[in-house]
């Protein structure tokens, strides 16, 4: 009997000329797409690395001929840019904690078929996704609320995401019925069953909308403009757009000249730093994405 290994080969060995053809565009486009992709962000790297003297000489290019670390070190001893990282943490790390408590609740809440008035809950969520009260409105509820210069302004207007919503509802929906009957035979409340048995059968899913939420958070910067007035509470991504803007090199303190670093370099430093936590932790989710939003995607 042939074995699996000898019917790969043999399955190989028949590729025909066209096929090959299509494997070396396929991977060729991919590659090109991918560097294309790369190029932007190397370019900025690349720029914050670029001395003062590089600059001068030759200007940006994507391999600097002569190195220099001024622009970060100048950015880890700028206590703006500290403070800024450390808003952005506190904003980032709260307001998902929010998010995700939120929107599991009423998910839970919402994929009971027993609920009363579930479906006009519903059809609420989903006008929500349509229509947006805007700006304005918002703005006013949230002053009456007595939110402005606080914190909780940044994340009670956005807790939960209906789309997010949606999506974890249809994922409890698929759960089996009988693991909930068996956790009431067994005395279990519905908070225990939400909890003990419904959010660690769901990690594939909340863990990705951790990540959505997260991310959120940490690139958003014009509801802390329309809301945040005090400086001293801004996030971090708010002093990149204003950096980037006024074309400045520093963040209003005069640390700068003795680093002998262009403003250029600054920003590009900025913004590399500002990216960086980011891309360090999505890898560890990333795995997660795919098959969290599909499996709550397919069931309505």
Not at 68 to 81: N, P
Not at 190 to 213: C, E, K, N, Q
Not at 242 to 248: A, C, K, N, P, R
Request: aromatic share 14%.
């Amino acid at each position: 009997m042939q074995t699996h290994a000898a019917r790969r080969s043999g399955l190989r060995s028949r590729r025909t000329f066209g096929g090959w053809l299509y494997d070396a565009f396929h991977y060729g486009f991919l590659t090109l797409f991918t560097l294309l992709t790369l190029v932007p962000f190397l370019y900025i790297i690349a720029g914050s690395l670029t001395s003062a003297e590089a600059m001068q000489s030759n200007g940006f290019a994507l391999l600097p001929s002569q190195l220099s670390f001024g622009a970060y070190r100048y950015l880890l001893h700028s206590e703006t840019m500290l403070r800024g990282f450390g808003v952005s943490f506190y904003i980032t790390a709260l307001g998902t904690f929010v998010n995700i408590l939120f929107t599991v609740l009423m998910a839970y809440a919402i994929a009971r078929r027993d609920l009363f008035g579930r479906r006009a809950i519903m059809l609420m969520v989903i006008f929500s996704m349509l229509f947006s009260g805007g700006m304005i409105p918002t703005f006013l509820i949230v002053k009456t609320m007595g939110l402005l210069d606080s914190y909780w302004s940044l994340i009670v207007p956005g807790a939960i995401s209906a789309f997010n919503l949606i999506v974890l509802k249809n994922f409890f929906q698929q759960l089996p019925d009988g693991l909930e009957e068996s956790a009431k035979i067994d005395g279990c409340n519905d908070v225990g069953i939400l909890f003990r048995i419904v959010v660690p059968l769901s990690l594939p899913a909340i863990a990705t909308f951790v990540m959505f939420y997260a991310v959120g958070h940490w690139n958003s910067y014009f509801t802390a403009i329309l809301y945040i007035n005090d400086t001293e509470k801004w996030p971090l991504q708010v002093l990149v757009r204003q950096l980037i803007i006024l074309s400045q090199g520093g963040l209003g303190e005069s640390g700068q000249d003795s680093f002998n670093i262009p403003a250029k370099s600054v920003n590009m430093a900025m913004i590399v730093l500002s990216t960086l936590p980011i891309l360090l932790v999505y890898p560890f989710l990333q795995k997660h994405f795919a098959q969290g939003v599909l499996l709550g995607s397919v069931k309505g």
